[in-house]
């Protein structure tokens, strides 16, 4: 098993920006990829960014290329969301999600731990 904890989210200003983390144990060697989703209000989870765990190769959707920035420290287990220029719309729950596949992109299926969720509001 590998257990998530997601840390960073608050409350910033549009505009702002906020650095999320997603610390992982227990059989972290387990990890293929890693990625971060999120949930708005009355939304579905949608894909936000994903790492492949031993290359650092990233992906993200269209729509969030270029303001967001996954990365990880393999070191440290921990996985990163730089998110900038925050909008009101970036308001979400936002997930880290870990997968034993190796390079999966946005299919929430193929993603085999959670975390819990950090919340993110972005105020106008």
């Known amino acids: 098993q590998v257990q998530l904890v997601e840390s960073g989210g608050g409350l910033v200003q549009a505009g702002g920006s906020l650095r999320l983390s997603c610390a992982a144990s227990?059989?972290?060697?387990?990890?293929?990829?890693m990625g971060w989703f999120r949930q708005a209000p009355g939304k579905e989870r949608e894909f936000v960014a994903r790492?492949?765990?031993?290359?650092?190769?990233?992906y993200y959707p269209n729509s969030f290329e270029g303001r967001f920035t996954i990365s990880r420290e393999i070191a440290k287990n921990t996985m990163y969301l730089q998110m900038n220029s925050l909008k009101p719309e970036d308001t979400a729950v936002y997930y880290c999600?870990?997968?034993?596949?190796?390079?999966?992109?946005?299919?929430?299926?193929?993603?085999?731990?959670w975390g819990q969720g950090t919340q993110v509001t972005v105020s106008s």
């Open positions: 999600a870990a997968s034993r596949v190796y390079a999966v992109y946005g299919n929430q299926n193929e993603y085999d731990w």
């Open positions: 790492i492949v765990w031993s290359t650092s190769r990233t």
């Open positions: 227990g059989r972290t060697f387990s990890i293929g990829t």
